[in-house]
C-alpha cells in the first residue's frame, strides 16, 4: 500500500512515517509546506528508503496537489498537515483557518476527484484518514470543581474517589481556542465529504502527544530545554490543569491501525490513559534531570526553576479520552506508561542536543506566546 501523509514532517507525522517505513511494508508519499514545525532531520533514518519520497507542497495548493496524487497515485491519505499550538492561534488565528480549515476543504476536494476516477477495486479499498484532537470536544468536569461523584462505567474515570467524565467518540463539540475550533471545522468538514459525496473516511481524535522531536513550544520539551538552560519553568495559572498524555510512538501505532483495520464512516479517540496535571509533569521532568544530570542541577533541584504565570486565555481545565473503542474493536493498546515515556523522552534530547540547537537556532527562541 502507498499511503499519502500530509504534515509528515512534523513531530507526530514523522513518527507514523518512521513506523511506516521500519514497521511494515507500506511505501510512504511525504507531503509537507516545511513551515517553521516541519523538519527533514525528523526523518534522516528512513530518508534514504526506496519506500519513501518526500514533496515540499502547501496543502492549499489546489494544483500541487492535483499533481502529486496524479503523479504517486496513493492507496490511502492520512492527513496530519495543520497549524498545531494554542498559544500560536491566540497571537494569530488567520493561519490556522487557511492551513487547518482551507487547506483540509483544499485535500478533501483533491482526494474526492482522484477518488472518484479509480477502478472499482482501488476504490473500495482507498480510504482517507482525518487525524484530529481532543480539543475540540473542549474541557471536562475538574475533580477540584466536583462535588458530588456520577455512577462509575464507560466514559467515566476514578480521580482521587471522584468519578469524572471522559471524552468518547459521541462527546458533543465545544472547542475554546482558535485552534481548536479550527480542527472541529476540519473534522465537520470531514464528515460531510463522507455524507454528501461518499469519500471513505476515517477520523481519530488524540490527546496531548509528547516524546522524541516534539518542537519546544510544547511544555515537555520547553520545560526540558529551560531547565537545561537554567531558566524559569513557566506554569500557567496554578498548573492545575489536566491533560491525557499519549507517546507519540504509540499514538503513530495507532493511526496505522486505524489507517489499515479501522472502519468507513467511525470515529476513534485515541489516549494514553495518563491523566496528570501540568504541574505534575514540570515536576516529574525536574526528578528525571537531578537524576540523570545532577552535576548541572541547581541548588534544590530543577524544581527550583518552577515560576508561575499569568493563565492563557480560554485556557481549559481538564482532557482525557475514552480509549476503550479503539482497544475493544482495533486491538490497540499503549505500551508506554507516562513514567517510561517521560523518562525516554528526557533521555532523547539529553542525547539529541545538535537537533534541539538547531531548531533554537532559527525562529524560536523558547519565548512565551498566547499573551495577546
Known sequence: MKILVTGGAGFIGSAVVRHIINDTNDSVVNLDKLTYAG??????????????????????????????????????????????H????IDGPAAFIETNVVGTLTLLEVARSYWQELDEGRKAAFRFHHISTDEVYGDLPHPDDVANSE???????????????????????????????????????????????????????CSNNYGPYHFPEKLIP????????????????????????????????????????????????IGGHNEKRNIEVVQAICTILDDLVSSQAPKGGHSTL??????????????????????????????????????KTVEWYLNNEQWWQRVLNGDYQLARLGNK
Open 86 to 89: 494554542v498559544d500560536r492561534s
Open 151 to 205: 455512577p462509575i462505567g464507560a466514559g467515566h474515570a476514578r480521580d482521587n474517589d471522584t468519578e469524572l467524565p471522559l471524552f468518547t467518540e459521541t462527546t458533543a463539540y465545544a472547542p475554546s481556542s482558535p485552534y481548536s475550533a479550527s480542527k472541529a471545522s476540519s473534522d465537520h468538514l470531514v464528515r460531510a465529504w463522507r455524507r454528501t459525496y461518499g469519500l471513505p473516511t476515517i477520523i481519530t481524535n
Open 306 to 343: 518552577i515560576t508561575y504565570v499569568k493563565d492563557r486565555p480560554g485556557h481549559d481545565r481538564r482532557y482525557a479520552i475514552d480509549a476503550s473503542k479503539i482497544a475493544n474493536e482495533l486491538g490497540w493498546q499503549p505500551e508506554e506508561t507516562f513514567e517510561t515515556g517521560l523518562r
Open 39 to 84: 523538519n527533514l532531520e525528523n526523518l534522516s533514518a528512513v530518508s534514504t528508503s526506496e519506500r519513501y519520497t518526500f514533496e515540499q507542497v502547501d496543502i492549499c495548493n489546489r494544483a500541487e496537489l492535483d499533481r502529486v496524487f496524479a503523479q504517486h497515485q496513493p492507496d490511502a491519505v492520512m492527513h496530519l498537515a495543520a497549524e498545531s
Open 222 to 269: 520547553h520545560v526540558i530545554l529551560n531547565a537545561l538552560h537554567g531558566k524559569p519553568l513557566p506554569i500557567y495559572g496554578k498548573g492545575d490543569q489536566i491533560r491525557d498524555w499519549l507517546y507519540v510512538e504509540d499514538h503513530a501505532r495507532a493511526l496505522y491501525r486505524v489507517i489499515t483495520q479501522g472502519a468507513v464512516g467511525e470515529t476513534y479517540n
